[in-house]
């Protein structure tokens, strides 16, 4: 079986995702580009008889050296040599879109376009003519529809056939094809470039064209490749020399001048193909963005589009949710029935059943939760809540663009969250976006809300409630962001400049693709790292043994061994710290157990209750966690509102805090400002709402 590999390459919201989860469908691995928290997708396809590897590059608009994600795709393009380059194009905004396949050509790789979205260009009354265009750019393009899967078997097809004529040296297209037209100014200045990086055997694997270009566009990358030359210093001078002249000639930069040229070129290419149709289809886009974007129902149209997004969460789910809870209960009651009582007996059913079982147990929630927020980042409506939030944002000292990662990490997990800062140009937005987007309610956070509101809320009851956490999230966010911006991080957000994508309705495959990615993290977290600190939380707890006292009950017993146990030692320690807070030793070394990972608050609480919590009268043992914390006169609605606050704000997990310092330049001085502020922060919220509700006698 012949093998090939391809690399999707387009810009942000060009489709480039959907084609690729139709691609692969669930043959996906995801990991990071080494050496950056770039993330890195790739997937198998077999057809006709190839072994395809598909690559899916980051979203860029070029491929300069401003951004990892820039950095990483030409990268790929340029040392790993993929057989083909798949240029995702929006066909609906397709100028824009050009501008990078004009960088890829520059780099002569073996592209093709996928000419995607044709059918939102059509319900504009227009359409591409496909002839024409192959003509002009001189490479195949394909009509497909990603979110409907159209054209995937064609774009398939026309891989191997690229493939296959590139390999045997006749061409994809027979004729010439075109190319950006510098000038003869500019155009001179990149033969006496090329001439000299032509002779240097050190840079032979590098398209020199495309060298001589970036050099004089200013590219730090590319001087960097020039040092490793022999007469670096003489190509260098050239090439300052060169951007004089061009600066002197024309009276700006010579990057600003190379873009103009490559707009130039996109702007001829699309007013020659893109063709009016006669039968024009009614484009939605405008009317719906008419209300969603207005100043006057935006943000109440966002409010509603978060409470049916918790609303579908946790009508459909809590059934789900109840049957895993029943299975587990009767998981930890069989097992205990057939294993006799020894030290393996308490640790399957009292550790892992009772701690891992606690955290799937709300497995179908975050899926439900998952799917619904794919829904509407799949249907372009996530791009304009960044867009309506930007005002409100603005005032608060963030960047409009800030809440996308701030969404992100409410869809799963405060890693790609932080990550996804990137986008922004600024340097202290990014900071203070890394700063604020773990106070969300990721993925990991979930089930511990989600249990302490089934324990203490009624059913009508739970998805206000947590519409109303989620609101809270956002107003601690914004309140952080604030105080960061006019105290460490003085200084104005940048302008709001974004592209929206015009809305789809997405595929079913492509929702539950993207809703079992996430939720395979979250299996994943399950089966490994939780199932290591459940092990790890089960043993302090039970070890050392206390001799069992005669003359006490089971109960009181299973209290004692808890309270003189390593972990049940340090509780005490920890008890007049957290007392304050309406918590006691116990749950604060849930809390510690957290920083690992969110769910294992949930599993740690499982654990605790398993093993201290017997009640042989009413067998509760077995019953769901939620149903123990309910019966526990410990707890109390105002306690459980402490808890969990803590829990929003309080440091996000060791996973987020290596990306988080990785991510602000490796300085200790954000690490230890995120760690000690965040904690303190947690401890005086959960504090002032502790004290404040038991003075008025709230929820107590």
Excluded at 133 to 150: P, T, Y
Excluded at 196 to 225: F, G, H, R
Excluded at 571 to 581: E, R, S, T
Aim: glycine letters at 6%; aromatic letters at 10%.
């Amino acid at each position: 079986m012949k093998k090939i590999t391809v690399a999707l390459a387009g810009n942000p919201n060009c489709g480039k995702s959907t084609i690729f989860n139709a691609l692969t469908g669930s043959n996906q691995h995801v990991g990071n580009y080494p050496g950056v928290t770039v993330e890195k997708k790739s997937g198998k396809k077999i057809h006709k008889d190839y072994d395809i590897t598909i690559v899916d590059l980051p979203g860029t608009y070029s491929l300069s050296a401003y951004s990892d994600d820039e950095v990483v795709a030409r990268d790929f393009i340029i040392k790993d040599k993929p057989d083909i380059v798949v240029h995702v194009v929006d066909a609906s905004n397709l100028e824009r879109n050009l501008y990078l396949f004009t960088q890829i050509r520059e780099i002569d790789a073996p592209v093709l376009i996928a000419l995607n979205m044709v059918d939102i260009l059509e319900s504009k009354g227009q359409k591409i003519d496909i002839d024409e265009i192959e003509r002009m750019l001189g490479v195949s393009v394909i009509s497909v529809v990603g979110n409907k899967a159209k054209g995937i078997d064609n774009l398939l097809n026309r891989i191997i056939e690229d493939y296959e004529r590139h390999k045997s040296e006749k061409g994809v297209i027979d004729h010439k094809p075109a190319s950006v037209d510098y000038g003869d100014d500019i155009k001179n200045e990149i033969v006496i470039l090329e001439s000299l990086i032509e002779k240097e055997s050190a840079l032979s694997n590098l398209p020199k064209s495309w060298l001589a270009v970036k050099l004089l566009d200013n590219d730090a990358l590319a001087a960097k490749n020039i040092e490793k030359s022999e007469n670096a210093d003489k190509i260098l001078k050239q090439a300052e020399k060169s951007r004089a002249h061009i600066q002197e000639h024309f009276n700006e930069t010579p990057e600003s001048k190379i873009a103009e040229y490559r707009y130039g070129f996109t702007n001829a290419v699309a007013k020659s193909v893109i063709k009016e149709l006669k039968n024009k289809k009614k484009d939605w886009t405008p009317l719906i963005d008419k209300f969603a974007l207005s100043r006057a129902l935006g943000i109440p149209i966002f409010a509603a589009v978060m409470l049916l997004i918790f609303s579908f969460t946790f009508t459909l789910s809590t059934p789900v949710v109840k049957l895993f809870e029943t299975f587990f209960a009767w998981f930890g009651d069989f097992a205990s029935s057939v294993l006799p009582e020894s030290p393996i007996q308490s640790l399957l059913v009292d550790g892992i059943i009772g701690g891992v079982g606690g955290v799937l147990s709300f497995f179908p929630l975050v899926l439900f939760m998952f799917f619904a927020i794919a829904f509407f980042e799949d249907s372009g409506y996530m791009a304009r809540a960044a867009f309506v939030m930007d005002k409100i944002m603005s005032r608060f000292g963030l960047h409009g663009k800030s809440f996308l990662p701030m969404m992100i990490s409410t869809n799963g997990c405060a890693v790609p969250g932080i990550m996804a800062t990137r986008t922004l140009d600024s340097k202290r937005d990014r900071l203070i976006t890394m700063f604020v987007a773990p106070f969300m309610i990721c993925g990991a956070k979930l089930p511990i809300f989600a249990l302490f509101i089934g324990a203490f809320f009624a059913q009508n009851q739970r998805t206000a409630v947590m519409f109303l956490m989620y609101v809270l999230s956002i107003i601690i966010a914004l309140s952080a962001a604030k105080f960061l911006s006019k105290t460490v991080l003085k200084g104005e957000p940048a302008h709001f400049v974004m592209e929206l994508p015009p809305y789809h309705i997405p595929t079913l495959k492509g929702l539950l693709l993207k809703m079992w990615e996430r939720g395979w993290i979250y299996i994943k977290k399950a089966g490994t790292i939780i199932v290591l600190l459940t092990i790890i939380i089960w043993a302090g707890f039970k070890y050392p043994q206390t001799p069992i006292n005669p003359d006490l009950s089971e109960e009181e017993n299973a209290v004692v061994q808890m309270e003189n146990s390593v972990l049940g030692r340090l509780g005490q320690v920890l008890a007049p710290i957290v007392k304050p807070i309406g918590m006691d030793g116990n749950r604060s070394i849930a809390l510690i157990a957290g920083l690992a990972a969110k769910e294992v608050v949930v599993s740690t609480l499982g654990t605790i209750y398993s093993l201290g919590e017997v009640d042989t009268e009413n067998d509760e043992s077995t019953a769901p966690l939620r149903e123990k914390i309910a019966a526990d006169s410990g707890w109390s609605p105002l306690k459980a509102l402490a808890f969990l606050i803590f829990c929003m704000i309080y440091p996000p997990c060791i996973a987020a805090l290596a990306v988080f310092f990785k991510e602000t330049g490796s300085k200790v001085k954000w690490l230890v400002l995120m760690f000690m502020g965040n904690t303190a922060f947690a401890w005086l919220a959960a504090f002032l709402i502790f004290q404040v509700g038991t003075f008025l006698k709230l929820g107590v």
